[in-house]
Structures are given as structure tokens and as C-alpha cells.
């Protein structure tokens, strides 16, 4: 298991890719409106908020399996934005 740095910095970078991946699309899509893109970006900077929060508490016992917990999350819910952003017309 990676430290709790490690952890801040994956969730940094998969949410901010997440968060440049809809802003080339907005870029690409120009015409298009663009509430539902805005919606992606709220979500993951929510998540990102979210994710932060748990991984700064520090009234947790077992940190090690805490941490994987913070880390399953953050693949599902990326994952889960990653298919928002796929479904944008």
C-alpha cells in the first residue's frame, strides 16, 4: 500500500485528468452546449473534495486497510465519470 502522499497524489492526478478530459471535449464540441460537462466537473472536484477529507481523518484505527478503501473508491468513481464523459453528445 502506498503512503497517504502517494494516495493525495493519485487522487490529484486521476481526477484532474478526468476534469482536462472534459474540457477537451468542451473545446472539441464548442457548438454543443455544455451543462452536462459542467455536471462531470462539479462531480469530480466533489469526489475529489471527498476523497481528500477521508484521507486527512485521522480517528481512523487501521489506516492500511482505510487507505484501500480511499483507493477502490477512487477507481470506481473515476471510472464511473470516465463513462459520463463518454456519454456526452
Given amino acids: 500500500m502506498a503512503n497517504k502522499r502517494e494516495l493525495k497524489k493519485d487522487i490529484n492526478y486521476v481526477l484532474g485528468d478526468i476534469i482536462e478530459a472534459v474540457y477537451v471535449w468542451e473545446l472539441a464540441n464548442a457548438e454543443k452546449p455544455t451543462k452536462e460537462s459542467e455536471a ?29 478503501a480511499i483507493s477502490a473508491d477512487l477507481e470506481t468513481k473515476g471510472r464511473g465519470l470516465i463513462e459520463k464523459i463518454n456519454k456526452l453528445k
Avoid: M, Y
Avoid at 462539479?42 to 492500511?64: H, M, Q
Fill in 40 to 68: 462531470v466537473i462539479d462531480e469530480a472536484i466533489g469526489t475529489f473534495d471527498e476523497l481528500i477529507t477521508r484521507v486527512n481523518d485521522r480517528s481512523v484505527e487501521n489506516k492500511k486497510s482505510h487507505f484501500k
